[in-house]
């Protein structure tokens, strides 16, 4: 074969180069074949979109949030959606329904739980956030792949991003929706987003997102704002409060993009092998993501102002 050829095959055989052909690029969804419109969404369009179940002996487990998976070992979802134990939550990944089979799904347990050193000094200043790390790592496939995060040098002015997860579709709902949902909502800006939030500072580490019919309930807690850049997607923001199904004004979000290196930072202590600490961050530009309406949503929502007391229930009610 000759040294050009020994070394070709010496570089497939190793162990870098296993790396490289068992790698995913973060945000890729090969099965998401929709950019604008619809309600249900079909298995295998949010890859990276985790169901958070709650539950301890002798209680069933049962969806209570929302969240994202970065790379092997972690998922990012709200700190509020934290109320017990490292051992009373489980993940699914590659999970379509709520009731029913879900032959792509895998579940992990949780090892660890960071949340925002902020958050708990003051719950609404836009530090809503928990890094969970599971037990082991999962092995990605087209149905269970990582997020793309916004990083510190995106804006999202006049864009549209689509809100998906599990939560309910009306306030009055008995139960969290049994398929995934997805609303496409623009995001809005944070003057306009504040006039609605009075008793609230809407700080730069927030993002506002939502209108008239479209909108988070109970159960879209820790879920993505994931807007589409060409063919990725990129997550820029975490739900975290909002009025009671919001009734038409915007929901406000966790800025992804705020909070960058300190998501960087935690995964990387985390240690483990360095391609199981890897995340993906990429410049989201306006304009460059979805655009256009949709006539569906995850959630209803009526315009009103919101009290501090209604958004700390809603926090409650979403967790």
């Known amino acids: 074969l000759g040294l050009l050829g020994s070394l070709i095959i010496a570089f497939i055989l190793s162990p870098q180069s296993a790396k ?20 249900s969404s079909s ?26 998976l970065l790379n ?9 959606c934290i109320q017990m134990t490292v051992g009373d939550y489980t993940v699914f990944l590659g999970r379509q329904t709520q009731q029913g089979p879900n032959p792509n799904e895998i579940q992990r347990s949780v090892r660890q739980i960071l949340i925002h050193p902020s958050y708990n ?23 269970i792949r990582p997020v793309c995060l916004a990083d510190s040098a995106s804006t999202f002015n006049d864009t549209f991003c689509y809100l ?27 003057a306009q987003c ?29 879920s993505p704002l994931i807007c589409q850049q060409n063919s990725a997607w990129i997550q820029a923001g975490v739900v975290s ?45 306006s304009g460059g993501g979805a655009t256009g309406s949709s006539s569906s949503s995850s959630s209803t929502a009526g315009l009103r102002h919101v009290t501090l007391s209604s958004l700390l229930l809603m926090m409650a009610l979403l967790g």
């Open 164 to 190: 998906t997860g599990w939560g309910k579709q009306t306030q009055n709902a008995n139960a969290v929706s049994n398929v995934i949902q997805r609303a496409l909502i623009p995001v809005v800006s944070r």
């Open 43 to 68: 298995e295998g369009s949010w890859p990276w979109l985790a169901s958070l179940h709650i539950g301890s002996a002798g209680i069933p487990r049962f969806h209570t949030c929302g969240g994202t």
């Open 20 to 39: 490289i052909k068992l790698s995913y690029d973060c945000g890729m969804a090969p099965l998401n074949m929709r950019v604008v419109g619809g309600a």
């Open 194 to 222: 504040q006039r609605h939030y009075p008793s609230v500072n809407i700080t730069a580490a927030m993002l506002c997102a939502g209108e008239p019919g479209k909108g988070i309930c109970q159960g879209d807690s820790g």
């Open 241 to 285: 409060f909002g009025d009671i199904c919001a009734k038409g004004i915007p929901d406000v979000y966790t800025r992804v993009s705020a909070h960058q290196t300190w998501i960087r930072d935690q995964v990387a202590a985390g240690g483990g092998p360095a391609e199981v600490s890897q995340i993906g961050f990429s410049t989201f530009v």
């Open 72 to 80: 092997q070992q972690w998922v990012l979802t709200a700190a509020h």
């Open 121 to 143: 000094v003051s719950p609404l200043n836009g530090s809503d956030l928990a890094l969970l790390l599971l037990d082991s790592a999962v092995q990605y496939s087209n149905y």
